[in-house]
């Protein structure tokens, strides 16, 4: 059985910085696709930034140059460093892994195991 578990959202003021966290239970991390999603109220669910298991990462225009992915292997722990957050990223952020290979990181429907989400709030 496979678990995600995220941490670290919370309320900021527009320019300001989070990082989120998601600790991965019950299966070799090391050899997971990964990724960051978001959903705001009324809006669809959207790929936010992904990381293979080989480093590889994508990110939606939306972010790059102001979120960075990363993971520690030993720890189990992906993370999601914000920065310049702004009101637009306001959101519920989830973290999704899958075993199989050749994932679409920005994809959700290629992501089997998800988190219970955390939420952002960026505030004007």
């Known amino acids: 059985q496979v678990q995600l578990v995220e941490s670290g959202g919370d309320s900021v003021q527009a320019g300001g910085s989070l990082t989120l966290s998601c600790g991965v239970f019950g299966y070799a991390y090391s050899r997971a696709s990964m990724g960051w999603f978001r959903q705001a109220p009324g809006k669809e669910r959207e790929g936010v930034a992904g990381?293979?298991?080989?480093?590889?990462?994508s990110y939606a225009d939306s972010v790059k140059g102001r979120f960075t992915i990363s993971r520690d292997k030993v720890k189990n722990t992906l993370y999601l460093q914000m920065n310049s957050l702004k009101p637009e990223d306001t959101a519920m952020y989830y973290c999704?892994?899958?075993?199989?290979?050749?994932?679409?990181?920005?994809?959700?429907?290629?992501?089997?195991?998800w988190g219970q989400g955390t939420q952002v709030t960026v505030s004007s």
């Open positions: 990381i293979d298991s080989d480093g590889s990462t």
């Open positions: 999704a892994a899958d075993f199989r290979s050749s994932r679409r990181l920005l994809r959700g429907s290629d992501f089997a195991y």
